[in-house]
């Protein structure tokens, strides 16, 4: 197969080839029916029913590559896209890859602040990110001139991976390393004291795709699959006399759906609901009279154009 002609005309797509994002973002092409067969050892995919191909990218390359527009969109984390300062746009949160960049020293040692790092050796995979907060942090202590004169007095140095044995080796005085649930972080010995940034993962688009009208489409299909899990439906019977909590217990986006039943005192009632609410309204709705409470799950969903 000639895979460079096979790509032509193709909207290009890059999604994280391993690690942290790998799995969900897969996840997420499946739900938006993006079909696709990946030859052993190959980081190219053609996908079978869209004129799309799957570029499979370290998630730290994939700003760059869509930056360049050698790539249409892609998936990767908010961290990512301002370590490398390219020019994308970032079209959509994914709700996934949550985590905080964070400052780092050992637990058992005497720094307890970012600023008694100034001066001192930081080791980090995100250097530039870095660079641009402890540059604040000396602007605060010596003025903008000083720092513009005489450059950075924190020295930062770069390392790809397990950044958080850095301490331990002597390398570091401190770290800036991505902290979620706190367990390397504790496993190093480490504490953090101070957040750089907060981050998720994030679908990027290139200034100008080749093409935008396929990259809407892609955009709008996983956009329904992300809002599809924010959601749930709740249905339930409430006495007609009731109505007027329905709308303030569940609103529903824009309207709940109240059906009439055959029986002249009741409705049916439709809302969509937010998922991470949706046991206090069930409460709530019991409480005030709603009966056959059902809460059903959204696969897909499209919010149409306003
Ligand atoms: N512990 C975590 N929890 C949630 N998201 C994370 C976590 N660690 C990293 N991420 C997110 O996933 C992205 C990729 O990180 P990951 O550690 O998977 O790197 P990778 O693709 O394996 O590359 P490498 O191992 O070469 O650094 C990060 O930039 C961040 O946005
Ligand atoms: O707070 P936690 O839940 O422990 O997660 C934090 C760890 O996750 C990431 O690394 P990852 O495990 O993806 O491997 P890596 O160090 O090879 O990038 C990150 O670099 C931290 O080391």
């Given at each position: 197969m000639d895979l460079v002609n096979s790509l032509d005309g193709r909207l290009l797509f890059a999604v994280p080839k391993k690690?942290?994002?790998?799995?969900?973002?897969?996840?997420?092409?499946?739900?938006?029916?993006?079909?696709?067969?990946?030859?052993?050892?190959?980081?190219?995919?053609?996908?079978?029913?869209?004129?799309?191909?799957?570029?499979?990218?370290?998630?730290?390359?994939?700003p760059v590559f869509v930056g360049e527009g050698r790539?249409?969109?892609?998936?990767?984390?908010?961290?990512?896209?301002?370590?490398?300062?390219?020019?994308?746009?970032?079209?959509?949160?994914?709700?996934?890859?949550?985590?905080?960049?964070?400052?780092?020293?050992?637990?058992?040692?005497?720094?307890?602040?970012?600023?008694?790092?100034?001066?001192?050796?930081?080791?980090?995979?995100?250097?530039?990110?870095?660079?641009?907060?402890?540059?604040?942090?000396e602007i605060e202590k010596f003025g903008a001139e000083a720092v513009e004169k005489n450059g950075l007095k924190t020295v930062m140095k770069y390392v790809g991976g397990s950044v958080e044995a850095a301490c331990a080796l002597g390398v570091a005085d401190g770290i800036v390393d991505l902290v979620e649930s706190g367990e390397t972080?504790?496993?190093?010995?480490?504490?953090?004291?101070?957040?750089?940034?907060?981050?998720?993962?994030?679908?990027?688009?290139?200034?100008?795709?080749?093409?935008?009208?396929?990259?809407?489409?892609?955009?709008?299909?996983?956009?329904?699959?992300?809002?599809?899990?924010?959601?749930?439906?709740?249905?339930?019977?409430?006495?007609?006399?009731?109505?007027?909590?329905?709308?303030d217990i569940t609103p529903g986006k824009r309207a709940p759906t109240v059906t009439s039943l055959e029986d002249e005192g009741w409705v049916a009632v439709q809302a969509m609901v937010e998922q991470v609410r949706v046991a206090d309204v069930m409460d709530q709705l019991e409480k005030a009279g709603a009966h056959d409470i059902l809460v059903l799950q959204i696969i897909n969903s499209r919010a149409g154009k306003d």
């Open positions: 690690g942290r994002l790998y799995e969900t973002a897969l996840a997420l092409l499946k739900g938006s029916d993006i079909k696709f067969h990946r030859h052993n050892r190959l980081d190219i995919a053609l996908c079978i029913n869209q004129g799309i191909a799957l570029v499979f990218l370290g998630a730290a390359d994939i790539c249409d969109l892609g998936i990767t984390g908010q961290d990512q896209v301002a370590e490398h300062q390219t020019s994308v746009d970032e079209v959509l949160e994914l709700g996934f890859g949550k985590c905080k960049l964070q400052v780092q020293v050992p637990a058992n040692g005497s720094i307890k602040d970012p600023r008694e790092l100034v001066g001192k050796t930081v080791v980090t995979s995100f250097t530039h990110l870095s660079r641009e907060y402890f540059k604040s942090l972080m504790k496993a190093a010995g480490l504490m953090d004291i101070a957040t750089v940034m907060t981050t998720e993962a994030v679908l990027i688009r290139s200034k100008n795709p080749r093409n935008p009208e396929l990259a809407e489409v892609v955009v709008n299909r996983i956009k329904g699959v992300i809002n599809a899990k924010k959601y749930v439906l709740c249905s339930y019977n409430i006495p007609r006399t009731l109505l007027p909590i329905v709308h």
